[in-house]
């Protein structure tokens, strides 16, 4: 990405303009950071409290029996949102699906498990393992960079 900045002293306001030739996610954040929209607060419900979750303190999230769930450094919360709409809030550069029931935090991983055909194992840094679903294990190479 090419940044060019020209200062006018004509100029009231900053202006940012962005010529590509397609737009990507990349950009769809850069422009979501300029604009000042506020990532909205993931709610986390446990023993009739609601909780706010911090992105960082969220191992895994998965969907069990019609629920989907997110593992904390502090326990279990069911989340009242689908997976696909906290795949779609959740940072892009911590958080990635490996399965179509389950989002990994990136950060929270010990080591990933080639060794297994056609699959990966992820085990985490509380002890927990997952595994990368088939489809699922050339996006996470991609991701990897291998």
Known sequence: ????????????????????????????DLVKSFTGI?????????????????EEAIYRIYTASGKVYAVTDNGEYTLRLRLYELEQRLDKHNFVRISNSEIIHLQKVKSFDLSFSGTICISLSNGMVSYVSRRYVPKIKQVLGI
């Open 38 to 54: 506020v990532p909205q607060m993931l709610i986390g419900f446990r023993n009739d409290n609601a909780e706010i979750l911090r």
């Open 1 to 28: 990405m090419q940044i060019e900045i020209k200062v006018d002293e004509t100029c009231e306001e900053p202006k940012i303009i962005i010529i590509t030739n397609k737009v990507t996610d990349e950009l769809t």
